[in-house]
């Protein structure tokens, strides 16, 4: 699968985001630690807290305890879970280790470009951004 393909198809899945989607999304944080754990911890840890960190900000924005973030970064944050949990992506699971490096590649890559909206929610938090970038 070619990379512009992947960037394609997350950017228009960006744009089918909504408030019921984030719901989903808030509900399956059991399916993205259950496929989590398939993963190397050492490897991804660092991720994995930005992405735990990226719930609650989902969950905060959801509740309207911070709304202090535009719309596109909830789509895309929401998009990049909905995208690793989904087994069926561009490279299925069933692939095993290559399956789920497509998954680890797309929320790295969205995470680091969410970093300066992640950063701000951090010191709203009252949380040290340091521990998780």
């Known amino acids: 699968m070619e990379k512009e393909e992947i960037v394609r198809t997350f950017a228009s899945s960006v ?5 019921k989607k984030i719901d989903e999304v808030i509900s399956n944080e059991k399916a993205f630690e259950d496929k989590r754990s398939k993963l190397n911890p050492k490897k991804f840890f660092m991720l994995f807290k930005q ?38 992506d561009l490279m299925p699971d069933f692939l095993g280790v290559i399956g789920f490096t497509d998954d680890a590649i797309v929320l790295a890559f969205v995470f680091n470009s969410m970093r300066d909206e992640l950063i701000k929610y951090c010191l709203w938090r009252g949380l040290k951004p340091e521990d998780y970038f």
């Open 15 to 19: 744009d089918k985001i909504d408030e």
């Open 51 to 88: 992405v735990k960190l990226g719930f609650e900000m989902l969950k905060d924005y959801k509740k309207k305890n911070y709304r202090n973030v535009p719309w596109k970064a909830i789509a895309v944050i929401t998009t990049a879970i909905v995208y690793f949990i989904n087994p069926l």
